[in-house]
């Protein structure tokens, strides 16, 4: 069947003869270099080329992690290499999930997380990106899921606002943060509370307890207005890709390898508070950051991440300290690393409480246009808009 076609001599985006399809090796790095400038930063072409390939040999994208996606034309002819056109380009990462039913049962899943959605620019305003999304959407139903099994939900994160994911079926979600100065004096830390900084080899025993506490979490009651819930699983793969990305620019760009990976706080009682946090390394340096990807309080998630959770009590109080520590201990991280500020992702009330006695004028930020945490409910057993809660909806999710 002949392909429709524009007055460009392009395909129409409701042609059957668009196909979203896996890339191959040449195609991936075609994809990358078409959206280098999108993407690359502080890195000239080939140190970008070199990173996204360094991503794609971390345990999270090794064995099929990472799917590269491109719409083409099947009519359209090869290139002499045997390339196919690309009208647009996606990636998915496979990601380890929970799913909590209103009775109270935790199963784990198998999620995707969309990232580096590009349409080259002599291609833009067809409607391809939309029509690869229709079509990844359907592909994600049943990819990388056991026998039987379909998706339950898939996640992205929107840097062109919340109108366009949204009406291809992605809600998006609350998307606050708060923003910390660096500082180089230490105030809590003077205090008597004993801060450990974390390197790459206390990550997996923290992720292993992390797990299990989200889990508790999630086994609990929920607010009887939410139909599931549902959580992107903090493990220890997930938080070395965001560190291979800080050490590979962290040596490219300053010749520092970015050894401190979080802060450990003790509350009084004996339980533990910590964050795991990554380097962002921005196009300009005043763009540089330290974001908190993961915090954790032991034996006191539920507490640390219930939204009803707003009153302080002397409970709290050890928490709320330990949290002020660790949060203090990223402020002097970032200062050591001349990174402008610190931002931590969705904070619960116990922590913006601990915000408040490090640094009282604190910024909080409702993002608008960027890094929108979205998702899109692909399950069929609930009614058609179910009402999903996402529970750790925190910067270590993000691709």
Same mark, same amino acid.
């Given at each position: 069947?002949?392909?429709?076609?524009?007055?460009?001599?392009?395909?129409?985006?409701?042609?059957?003869?668009?196909? &979203?399809?896996?890339?191959?090796?040449?195609?991936?790095?075609?994809?990358?270099?078409?959206?280098?400038?999108?993407?690359?930063?502080?890195?000239?072409?080939?140190?970008?080329?070199?990173?996204?390939?360094?991503?794609?040999?971390?345990?999270?994208?090794?064995?099929?992690?990472?799917?590269?996606?491109?719409?083409?034309?099947?009519?359209?002819?090869?290139?002499?290499?045997?390339?196919?056109?690309?009208?647009?380009?996606?990636?998915?990462?496979?990601?380890?999930?929970?799913?909590?039913?209103?009775?109270?049962?935790?199963?784990? =899943?198998?999620?995707?997380?969309?990232?580096?959605?590009? !349409?080259?620019?002599?291609?833009?305003?067809?409607?391809?990106?939309?029509?690869?999304? =229709?079509?990844?959407?359907?592909?994600?139903?049943?990819?990388?899921?056991?026998?039987?099994?379909?998706?339950?939900? =898939?996640?992205?994160?929107?840097?062109?606002?919340?109108?366009?994911?949204?009406?291809?079926?992605?809600?998006?979600?609350?998307?606050?943060?708060?923003?910390?100065?660096?500082?180089?004096?230490?105030?809590?830390?003077?205090?008597?509370?004993?801060?450990?900084?974390?390197?790459?080899?206390?990550?997996?025993?923290?992720?292993?307890?992390?797990?299990?506490?989200?889990?508790?979490?999630?086994?609990?009651?929920?607010?009887?207005?939410?139909?599931?819930?549902?959580? &992107?699983? *903090?493990?220890? /793969?997930?938080?070395?890709?965001?560190?291979?990305?800080?050490?590979?620019?962290?040596?490219?760009? !300053?010749?520092?390898?970015?050894?401190?990976?979080?802060?450990?706080?003790?509350?009084?009682?004996?339980?533990?508070?910590? !964050?795991?946090?990554?380097?962002?390394?921005?196009?300009?340096?005043?763009?540089?950051?330290?974001?908190?990807?993961?915090?954790?309080?032991?034996?006191?998630?539920?507490?640390?991440?219930?939204?009803?959770?707003?009153? /302080?009590?002397?409970?709290?109080?050890?928490?709320?300290?330990?949290?002020?520590?660790?949060?203090?201990?990223?402020?002097?991280?970032?200062?050591?690393?001349?990174?402008?500020?610190?931002?931590?992702?969705?904070?619960? *009330?116990?922590?913006?409480?601990?915000?408040?006695?490090?640094?009282?004028?604190?910024?909080?930020?409702?993002?608008?246009?960027?890094? &929108?945490?979205?998702?899109?409910?692909?399950?069929?057993?609930?009614?058609?808009? *179910?009402?999903?809660?996402?529970?750790?909806?925190?910067?270590?999710?993000? !691709?």
């Amino acid at each position: 069947m002949p392909s429709a076609t524009d007055a460009a001599g392009l395909p129409e985006s409701s042609s059957r003869t668009l196909q &979203l399809v896996p890339a191959n090796d040449a195609e991936i790095i075609e994809s990358s270099t078409m959206n280098a400038l999108s993407w690359r930063g502080p890195l000239d072409l080939t140190g970008y080329l070199e990173r996204e390939a360094h991503l794609r040999n971390t345990d999270l994208n090794r064995h099929g992690g990472i799917t590269s996606w491109i719409l083409i034309d099947t009519l359209h002819p090869p290139s002499n290499s045997g390339a196919r056109r690309i009208l647009a380009s996606c990636e998915t990462l496979r990601k380890r999930a929970l799913i909590a039913r209103k009775d109270g049962h935790v199963s784990e =899943t198998t999620s995707h997380g969309i990232g580096s959605v590009y !349409c080259p620019g002599a291609f833009r305003g067809r409607g391809y990106a939309q029509r690869m999304l =229709t079509e990844l959407a359907h592909i994600l139903d049943t990819w990388q899921q056991r026998e039987g099994e379909n998706a339950l939900f =898939t996640v992205l994160w929107s840097d062109i606002g919340k109108q366009f994911y949204a009406r291809l079926g992605w809600t998006v979600y609350p998307s606050t943060h708060i923003s910390l100065s660096p500082t180089s004096n230490p105030g809590w830390l003077q205090q008597g509370v004993a801060v450990q900084l974390l390197t790459q080899g206390d990550l997996e025993e923290l992720c292993t307890v992390d797990e299990v506490l989200l889990k508790s979490t999630m086994a609990r009651p929920a607010s009887p207005d939410v139909d599931i819930r549902v959580a &992107l699983i *903090p493990d220890a /793969a997930t938080m070395q890709w965001h560190h291979a990305r800080e050490e590979f620019l962290g040596l490219k760009l !300053c010749n520092r390898f970015p050894t401190h990976k979080g802060a450990l706080a003790k509350t009084t009682d004996g339980r533990r508070a910590w !964050c795991v946090w990554t380097r962002t390394f921005g196009t300009y340096p005043q763009e540089n950051l330290l974001n908190i990807l993961r915090l954790v309080v032991e034996e006191e998630e539920a507490i640390g991440r219930n939204p009803l959770a707003t009153s /302080a009590s002397k409970d709290h109080e050890a928490s709320e300290t330990a949290i002020a520590a660790i949060l203090e201990a990223a402020q002097l991280e970032a200062s050591n690393w001349g990174m402008t500020g610190v931002q931590l992702w969705n904070p619960s *009330p116990l922590t913006i409480r601990a915000a408040k006695k490090v640094e009282p004028s604190f910024t909080m930020i409702d993002r608008e246009d960027e890094s &929108l945490p979205s998702l899109r409910w692909h399950g069929k057993t609930l009614p058609a808009s *179910p009402i999903v809660g996402w529970i750790a909806n925190e910067k270590y999710a993000w !691709c």
